[in-house]
């Protein structure tokens, strides 16, 4: 029972360079989410989606970009890494009900940009 | 938009010792949840409590969503049981769940 799975776990970047980072979920459900903490925070989210082929801005969008082209998959890119990006991200999913649910998380990727 | 509130900040504990975590929010929610992130980082979800009560084993968890508050108890803590706890609420229509998270309580659990 995987879960949430996310790819890479750790990354060092120099500044000005790109990556994506995989999400991966197995539980079928339609939303997912990407989060990054800072220290002494709690997350804040980036960016959404509440379904294969739709995105949608979080809190704190800025510098990054996200697509959802399989409803199992949500891929964060970054295209010039600065070191206000470094940060741990979370990638959560959860299913569809009009009462709230409960969201699960991944295990984290820690990215330094350098 | 919502805000959310945890008390207190930090935590020392000897093991054996009980323990309430609080949380307070600014609105109405349908969507709450505590979590423990453990010193390796891990969130692990503890409870989905937007009203009510739940016990899981030591934990258990009430939410009184009239008087915008939810508490986290532990018993009988064990060492295991630091780390960080967050609680998260929602309140967007739709259930796109867009959690927003508090800044924690930080728990040190003494042997």
């Known amino acids: 029972n995987a879960g949430v799975t996310q790819t890479p776990k750790f990354r060092v970047l120099k500044t000005g360079q790109s990556m994506t980072l995989l999400c991966a979920q197995d539980?079928?459900?339609?939303?997912m989410y990407w989060y990054r903490q800072d220290p002494g925070m709690g997350l804040r989210l980036i960016h959404y989606?509440?379904?294969?082929?739709?995105?949608a801005k979080g809190e704190v969008p800025d510098g990054y970009n996200v697509s959802r082209l399989k409803k199992q998959n949500f891929l964060l890119g970054l295209e010039s890494a600065a070191p206000s990006q470094t940060s741990v991200y979370f990638c959560?999913?959860?299913?569809?009900?009009?009462?709230?649910?409960?969201?699960?998380f991944g295990q984290g990727t820690r990215l330094t940009v350098v | 938009g919502i805000q959310v509130e945890q008390s207190p900040p930090d935590l020392i504990l000897q093991e054996g010792a009980n323990s309430t975590l609080r949380c307070n929010f600014s609105?109405?929610?349908?969507?709450l949840q505590w979590f423990h992130q453990n010193p390796w980082g891990q969130l692990i979800n503890l409870f989905y409590?937007?009203?009510g009560t739940k016990q899981n084993g030591r934990l258990s968890a009430t939410t009184v969503a009239t008087e915008r508050y939810s508490l986290l108890y532990i018993s009988s803590s064990q060492t295991t049981d630091s780390g960080v706890y967050f609680c998260a609420v929602s309140n967007y229509g739709g259930a796109t769940n867009k959690l927003i998270f508090g800044t924690g309580t930080l728990l040190a659990v003494q042997p």
């Open positions: 609105d109405s929610v349908n969507n």
């Open positions: 989606s509440v379904g294969e082929g739709t995105t």
């Open positions: 959560a999913s959860s299913y569809v009900s009009q009462g709230g649910t409960e969201a699960f």
């Open positions: 409590i937007p009203s």
């Open positions: 539980m079928n459900h339609e939303y």
